[in-house]
């Protein structure tokens, strides 16, 4: 096998190149080839220094993560002996960054004696998201090299810093803004004579100012790095250890953390999690030579909240979006909502004034339907209603341009039923954005019974574009992601009346690090979403709460009471009600376990996502996992619900629903996939 690292001279300067796409990740190949290559260098007379540089997109994006497990991560020679062999090179080393220098790939150009960079380079150390902490010695480099409240904030966010950003701290030498090997070469000439080398790990100035309390400090003032994860206090201490001690014991210590944290669960979530992220965008039985549709123009019906955040992407992506409304007053307030966001990021300083011009100029702002005729995709997001949808769509199938796609951005209804409104079901897909759509990022795209393949092919692509996960689903009610909140939804209720509080419950999810529980989402969202506006007719606890204007935040008052800064505390009055309904129901209260909660609310969720899989809903276990991540706040260091139930095993969640099954009565049936996991041992994910 040709070896990816090439090597050429130039004058007396050895060129090491990798060439290894997509991202350059060091593999076993690519650390052996570097190895000889600096080999190379010592053992040539006429070689006075050296330059490592990426072919194609981007210098090393870090260690290859798909060797991460197998005996290869182990071969010989592995990251930290790689890069202590670049810096122990007698003749200087030059690393000449274009694209990414991420993880061993920052590392590796830590152990250069020079790093130069293009000024769209990007440099970062985002081990944390993997679950790890640099291993190659970046820990104890990165410090000596930016600083210790660099590296800290670098280390624990994963983060990567731009090149400009990377040369005023000093850990860029040189920017060019073209023709970086020709540069690199003549800078590395321009120090062949440098002695001593610098070397990273040498480096005292920055270390030795380090005032100690830093690190509590940084602690105390960012609270969410910390919470829940494992990673990013390792990171902390791998760093505190490099102000305390030499090089030498540092990196030992750096291994020993590394390894504590590769053998725990969090890694191999967050690893998993990475891969599942990218093949979500694959889509089974499509040609892969299917080419998208142009999309030029979006048009968006209905300018509430949703309509208003789902334009705000394609603006931001430079996509001139027609965006069409009743009547003036509700156009007006729509389009006001989005400038006043724009604003707001502005102010927060993400943009400037000028790309909040350029993005709402590109908006225009219409009552008269017809003009969705020059739009290449039309979403409506209107009152969640089949009729008024069928009506919609009726309407566009006599409006919209021959091949412009049409989407819905329903949560619950049917798109098939939704496109026989049409005479082009072909061309009709559903797009369910999560609110706020202009930040969260998760996008199901719902497949149809006759959604073309070039359709949905082209949905993916432009979600790719305007910076969204997407994930397809089939249909069902609630696609993948709200279709597993409805047993969560009906059990938690059910379990206020048997005796548990929203409090109780909530407080189980929140420990097991979702960001709210089902109460609290409820609260937030609005308990009046789907709510009949009877004030007469009160069948639950929701009913109840609705009728006495308890509809959430939005009101001041719903499962919890809030004071004017929005700060929850448990309400009698919601007591009052929920004491009231077991009365009428005969019901006596007793103890709920949070194990019960655990089961009845958690593992009724796997149970869905388990019929979802096998009624083909979702084409993989981890699609599933990628909507609760991106769409729920679902905690990466669980890897998601399905890969939450492999480390739990289909066994023990199949014994906790055998023992809740009573109780749950006929809300519950089995998933026959989890019965089948549970019997053979086997897993919902696989890497
Ligand atoms: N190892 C293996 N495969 C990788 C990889 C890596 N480090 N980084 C990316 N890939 C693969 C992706 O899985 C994808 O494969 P696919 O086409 O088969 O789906 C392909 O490369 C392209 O990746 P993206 O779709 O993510 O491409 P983008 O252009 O959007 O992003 C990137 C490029 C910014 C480099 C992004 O891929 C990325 O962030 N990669 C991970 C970087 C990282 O985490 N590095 C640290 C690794 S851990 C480490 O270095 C440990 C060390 O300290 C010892």
Not at 37 to 53: N, S
Not at 615 to 644: K, L, N, T
């Amino acid at each position: 096998m040709t070896s990816p690292i090439s090597t050429e001279k130039h004058g007396h300067v050895l060129i090491i190149s990798s060439n290894n796409p997509p991202v350059n990740s060091l593999g076993h190949a690519v650390r052996e080839g570097l190895v000889k290559g600096i080999e190379e260098a010592e053992a040539d007379e006429g070689v006075a220094a050296v330059v490592i540089i990426g072919e194609g997109q981007t210098f090393f994006a870090g260690a290859d993560i798909s060797e991460f497990g197998t005996p290869k991560a182990f071969a010989p020679p592995m990251l930290p002996q790689v890069v202590d062999i670049i810096e122990n090179c007698s003749k200087p080393v030059v690393a000449a960054i274009h694209g990414t220098a991420l993880g061993g790939g920052l590392e590796v150009a830590l152990a250069c004696h020079y790093r130069v960079a293009v000024p769209s380079a990007k440099l970062g150390v985002p081990e944390v998201k993997l679950g790890l902490l640099p291993g190659a010695g970046g820990t104890q480099r990165l410090p000596r090299v930016a600083g210790v409240q660099k590296a800290l904030e670098m280390t624990t966010s994963g983060t990567p810093i731009g090149a400009k950003e990377a040369c005023d701290i000093g850990l860029v030498d040189r920017l060019y803004p073209e023709h970086l090997l020709q540069h690199a070469v003549a800078y590395a000439t321009e120090v062949a004579e440098v002695r001593p080398l610098p070397r990273s790990s040498e480096r005292q100035d920055k270390i030795a100012e380090a005032d100690p309390a830093v690190f509590d400090e940084f602690i105390k003032s960012n609270p969410r790095t910390f919470k829940g994860f494992e990673a990013p206090m390792k990171n902390l201490e791998a760093v505190r250890v490099a102000t305390q001690k030499p090089y030498a014991e540092g990196v030992l210590e750096e291994r020993k953390l590394f390894m504590e944290l590769m053998s725990g669960t969090q890694a191999k979530a967050q690893q998993y999690f990475f891969f599942a992220e990218r093949k979500a965008s694959k889509i089974d039985g499509i040609p892969e030579d299917t080419k998208p549709r142009e999309i030029k123009r979006v048009g968006v019906i209905g300018a509430g909240t949703m309509g208003g955040g789902i334009s705000m992407n394609f603006l931001s992506a430079g996509i001139p979006v027609t965006i069409v409304e009743m009547n003036q007053d509700a156009l007006d307030r729509g389009t006001g909502v989005m400038l006043k966001n724009y604003q707001a990021s502005a102010a927060k300083g993400k943009l400037t004034a000028e790309q909040v011009g350029q993005a709402m100029g590109l908006l225009k702002p219409t009552l008269n339907f017809d003009d969705l005729a020059e739009c290449d995709l039309i979403i409506e997001a209107v009152f969640e209603q089949m009729d008024i949808k069928k009506d919609i769509f009726g309407r566009l199938d006599k409006v919209a341009k021959p091949g412009a796609i049409l989407a819905s951005n329903t949560s619950y209804l049917n798109i098939d039923e939704i496109a026989s409104a049409t005479s082009r079901p072909q061309d009709v897909l559903g797009l369910h954005f999560f609110s706020p759509a202009n930040i969260m990022k998760l996008l199901e795209v719902v497949r149809g019974a006759k959604t073309a393949p070039d359709v949905l092919v082209t949905a993916m692509a432009l979600a790719k574009k305007i910076r969204k996960v997407a994930v397809v689903a089939g249909v069902c009610y609630g696609f993948i992601g709200n279709r597993m909140l409805i047993p969560r939804q009906t059990e938690a209720t059910k379990l206020l009346l048997e005796g548990a509080t929203p409090a109780q419950i909530d407080k189980v999810h929140v420990d097991f690090g979702m960001p709210m529980g089902p109460f609290q989402m409820a609260d937030l969202a609005g308990v009046d979403i789907g709510w009949h506006r009877d004030p007469t007719r009160i069948e639950n606890i929701r009913d109840a709460l609705c009728a006495v204007d308890r509809w959430g935040q939005k009101k001041g008052a719903g499962f919890y009471d809030y004071d004017e800064k929005r700060r929850p505390s448990p309400s009698p009055k919601v007591q009052e009600i929920i004491d009231d309904f077991r009365a009428k129901a005969g019901v006596t209260p007793r103890e709920i376990t949070d194990q019960e909660i655990m089961e009845r609310t958690l593992y009724t969720m796997v149970n869905e996502g388990a019929k979802i899989l096998e009624e083909g809903m979702a084409q993989r276990a981890s699609d599933i996992d990628v909507v609760w991540v991106y769409g729920y706040g679902w905690p990466v260091y669980r890897g998601g619900p399905m890969f939450w139930a492999d480390t739990e095993g289909a066994a023990k969640i199949v014994e906790g629903l055998r023992r809740q099954e009573e109780r749950m009565g006929s809300d519950f049936s089995f998933s026959k996939l989890l019965l089948d996991k549970a019997e053979k041992a086997e897993k919902f994910t696989a890497r």
